[in-house]
């Protein structure tokens, strides 16, 4: 038996197919546009065809994220909460909170057993989020991928007092002109984002051990100011953007293990089908 996870966030996209003892048998990976049913129909495929199989073999497929209402071929949706939690906790068992900064919001969770007993969203604000960052690249005329590797070679942090994206992204080009390096630009930018996503940790009274997921989590210039400031070590998984969909793919082996335990059946031929013809 074959499961498949699949998480539209609001910047990417993923895709995963595992086998039923949870070996990763392919990722697909791509920016999320604005047709969601066409864009998870051609994830899908993709990581169909690197795994070498069909999707009538596929046992059960849960969709997560942003875009989980577009994704027709789904046999359940579940929250992103629900669906990170878990698989942050397939791959640090100890671990008791969960933090993912996305593209477009940030999430902070309190678990246990793999299970979300509470948790804080910031999801009115570009700030604390990797489309902030986004856009303080840009004006600093730097690649957001490499403002981690930037930021590690800074000797201070320059504060930066706005978190408004708009405000922000004045104030740090105004740091530039008056001769601050650009290194430590950065590192206070992502002081900033680490103090405002720690700030909203703190209001569930953070646990060890911190998982830290997202494609922020990728900064290693935002991880190392995490760590500051919640004042503990913070775990990030291999591949951080894809825990939500390995979350999803975790929840839908169970799923599917509880419903043969009662004694229903698979999916059936017919419903099979009514999955296949979203492909055409």
């Known amino acids: 038996m074959y499961f498949a996870g699949v998480d539209i966030g609001s910047t990417m996209t993923k895709v995963l197919l595992t086998d039923a003892d949870g070996k990763l048998l392919s990722v697909v990976k791509g920016p999320t546009g604005p047709e969601h049913r066409r864009l998870a129909n051609e994830v899908m495929l993709l990581a169909l065809e690197q795994a070498n199989l069909q999707l009538e073999q596929i046992a059960y497929i849960v969709a997560t ?66 489309r902030f960052l986004e856009v303080i690249a840009a004006a600093l005329g730097i690649k957001v991928e490499d403002m981690g590797d930037i930021s ?4 201070k942090r320059v504060h930066i007092s706005n978190l408004c994206t708009v405000f922000a992204r004045q104030e740090v080009v105004a740091r530039l002109s008056e001769g601050e390096k650009l290194e430590d630009i950065v590192a206070g930018l992502h002081d900033a984002v680490a103090g405002r996503v720690a700030g909203l940790a703190r209001t569930l009274r953070v646990e060890p051990d911190v998982v830290l997921t997202g494609g922020v989590a990728k900064n290693t210039g935002v991880v190392r100011a995490m760590k500051e400031h919640l004042r503990c070590e913070i775990f990030v998984p291999e591949d951080p953007l894809i825990t939500g969909a390995l979350g999803a793919a975790i929840l839908g082996r169970e799923l599917w293990q509880e419903s043969v335990a009662r004694g229903e059946r698979a999916p059936t031929e017919l419903r099979r089908l009514e999955k296949a013809t979203f492909f055409t």
């Open 65 to 130: 994220g942003y875009g989980r209402v577009n994704v027709p071929f789904a046999d359940r949706q579940i929250t992103e909460l629900t669906c990170h939690a878990r698989g942050a906790y397939s791959l640090f068992p100890g671990m008791k909170t969960a933090i993912d900064i996305g593209g477009q919001d940030a999430k902070c969770m309190k678990v246990s057993n793999g299970k979300v007993r509470d948790f804080a969203m910031n999801d009115k604000c570009a700030a604390g989020t990797g």
């Open 152 to 155: 590690l070679r800074s000797g």
